[in-house]
């Protein structure tokens, strides 16, 4: 475990420790903004009338992948309307603009908007990126190398998704459509000639599913997440890839006592043979690089307990496998990626249910720390 990375995480967390501190100051008043009147304790939100407002975000990250950097945001929490200020399970309308940078000079900067509209029953989903990423290639499936040997490559360019669904009924169902777009430059270093090296247009329109009962969409106690959608990506939407795309995801939490919450996740995702690499699922497990085990198949599965102290205070723990195969039928013989890890969360908005804490994780290859806003998943 590189020391640097860690500490990077950890000075964020005592920053925000002492920060927390300082609203018990008696002598200054601006402090009691950000307490809250039900507990006392410290919260971002504190004695405003409603989770509304801008927030500034700034979130130090440590990615395998990318190294330590950190995240910029200005996010802002839209009024709710008065027919939804008693529907706790109903998130907020959110905005934000910002960007990130990492050790290994990796960039980006988007914005993006959630729009929540008739008392949840409309959601939709936009995003706007532009990034610069330097990542290592390792194979795909099956077929990537047995030892660690990589090729560092960069993708730069932009995209954007656009994502629209309604409930159906009065059922915890949704179901709507989902576009895909992105332009980007690739460079592999490599003497030989990639096929992805140069301009590349990669777009998709598909169908999206959705059942979700969890109490919060940040920090869940109980409750299920289902999705599912069913992706077709060529030419007449204005890529330069003709394949189709499953993602089929499920997150369930059970609260077993009334301090005891266990987090299940499982997830398949497949893409087609015609997929660019840069497209295709990957192992997405905590101390495990993005893209570092890629396949046309992917299987990944979770649990996480998460014990409260107290109102605002947990501990957790959590452990889960991947594998990432070229072929469905050769899913028994990829390699098994692994994590395991533990951590804490401090619950910094009650009304908005959003905890924030320190995760450290291990992964075959090394331990890694991560910053950790609302769930990890």
Not at 188 to 207: C, H, I, K, S, W
Not at 298 to 309: A, D, H, N, T
Not at 317 to 337: I, T
Request: hydrophobic letters at 35%; proline letters at 4%.
């Amino acid at each position: 475990m590189k020391l640097s990375r860690i500490t990077v995480s950890l000075l964020a967390l005592l920053a925000v420790q002492l920060f927390a501190m300082t609203c018990y100051a008696e002598e200054s008043s601006f402090w009691d903004n950000f307490k809250d009147p039900e507990d006392g304790k410290f919260d971002i939100i504190g004695d405003k009338e409603m989770a509304t407002g801008f927030l500034p975000i700034v979130i130090p990250f440590n990615e395998p992948t990318i190294g330590p950097g950190a995240v910029g945001a200005l996010a802002y929490f839209h009024p709710r309307a008065e027919t939804d200020s008693s529907q706790s399970k109903v998130p907020p309308s959110t905005s934000f603009a910002g960007g990130l940078y990492s050790e290994n000079k990796t960039w980006s900067v988007a914005g993006g908007h959630m729009g929540i509209w008739d008392n949840g029953d409309t959601r939709y989903v936009g995003a706007l990126v532009y990034a610069s990423v330097n990542l290592d290639f390792y194979g795909i499936g099956n077929e990537a190398p047995e030892n660690t040997e990589s090729i560092p490559y960069n993708i730069e360019g932009g995209g954007t998704i656009q994502q629209m669904e309604f409930r159906l009924g009065n059922s915890d169902f949704f179901a709507g459509a989902k576009y895909e777009f992105s332009s980007t430059y690739g460079t592999f270093n490599t003497e030989e000639e990639m096929d992805e090296d140069g301009r590349n247009q990669n777009a998709g329109l598909g169908v999206y599913t959705s059942y979700d009962t969890r109490d919060n969409i940040f920090t869940p106690n109980s409750g299920t997440k289902m999705t599912g959608s069913v992706a077709r990506f060529g030419s007449s939407l204005g890529g330069d890839f003709t394949y189709d795309r499953i993602d089929l995801r499920l997150n369930h939490f059970w609260q077993i006592h009334h301090r005891m919450i266990l987090g299940l996740r499982m997830e398949y995702r497949t893409a087609g043979h015609g997929a660019p690499f840069y497209a295709l699922p990957w192992v997405k497990l905590r101390g495990i690089g993005a893209f570092r085990y890629l396949g046309y198949h992917v299987l990944v599965s979770e649990i996480e307990p998460r014990w409260k102290i107290d109102n605002r205070w947990s501990l957790l723990a959590f452990g889960g496998v991947g594998r990432a195969a070229s072929h469905f039928d050769k899913m028994q013989d990829a390699e098994k990626a692994y994590n395991y890890g533990a951590g804490f969360r401090y619950l910094v908005a009650r009304r908005l249910g959003l905890a924030m804490g320190l995760d450290i994780a291990r992964g075959p290859e090394e331990t890694t720390a991560y910053l950790t806003v609302g769930n990890a998943w």
